[in-house]
């Protein structure tokens, strides 16, 4: 069955950078893209950008760009997420979700990984 | 950006109801690239229709999706107690995904 196992929780201090990791199981990695969405506490859900399927090609929501960088190794079916110059709003739980292309929805999705910010 | 405002923000409604949430855009969205979410508390959120209309897998009959331009809306007939949850819609246009700020739905 398809599964999206994430990394544990992490605790980070303001300023610094995490990298969240999200291992595919169950299907052909190299043909879904995978995208990173996170929910602050009590919050929606916000987008925060793509990998695509074929060529890892990289798409980043603007209010992101810069400070976030998602990379995959196709060898161990596992995405990354990192997010830099982290501060108390980017408390959160990341969750990876799996798009079949074209499809623009997110049939899968990774547990969640609580992220907190704190000094 | 498009903004996606759901409506209402909580839903009270009684098992064996029907409860209809809508989502309002700012600007077309294409039938095929609206979708509705269902989250329960401490779990990711889980896929229910997609392009607007279409069941995801193993979704009970009696959640329903419609509209089309700037206007769609989640149906749910017959609630069931596990039916009590936070729903959201999401969007796809110009390269960017965006989601609602959701509906939650409780049990009067």
């Known amino acids: 069955q398809v599964l999206l196992v994430q990394s544990g929780a992490e605790a980070k201090k303001p300023g610094a950078s995490v990298k969240v990791t999200c291992k595919a199981s169950g299907y052909t990695f190299t043909k879904y893209h995978m995208h990173w969405v996170r929910q602050a506490p009590g919050q929606g859900l916000d987008w925060m950008g793509i990998?695509?399927?074929?060529?890892?090609?990289?798409q980043y929501a603007q209010k992101f760009q810069g400070r976030v960088t998602m990379t995959r190794d196709t060898s161990t079916n596992t995405v990354y997420m990192e997010l830099s110059s982290l501060r108390s709003e980017d408390t959160a739980v990341y969750f990876c979700?799996?798009?079949?292309?074209?499809?623009?929805?997110?049939?899968?999705w990774g547990q969640g990984t609580l992220v907190t910010v704190s000094s | 950006e498009i903004v996606l405002t759901q409506s209402p923000g909580t839903l009270s409604l009684s098992p064996g109801e029907r409860a209809t949430l809508s989502c309002r855009a700012t600007e077309t969205v294409k039938s095929d690239r609206l979708v509705w979410y269902q989250q329960k508390a401490g779990q990711p959120p889980r896929l229910l229709i997609y392009g607007a209309s279409s069941r995801a897998t193993g979704i009970p009959d009696r959640f329903s999706g419609s509209g089309s331009g700037t206007d769609f809306t989640l149906t749910i007939d017959r609630l069931e107690p596990e039916d009590f949850a936070v729903y959201f819609c999401q969007q796809y246009v110009g390269l960017e995904y965006t989601f609602s700020q959701g509906t939650k739905l409780e049990m009067k």
């Open positions: 979700a799996r798009e079949e292309e074209a499809t623009y929805h997110f049939d899968y």
């Open positions: 990998i695509r399927d074929t060529d890892g090609f990289t």
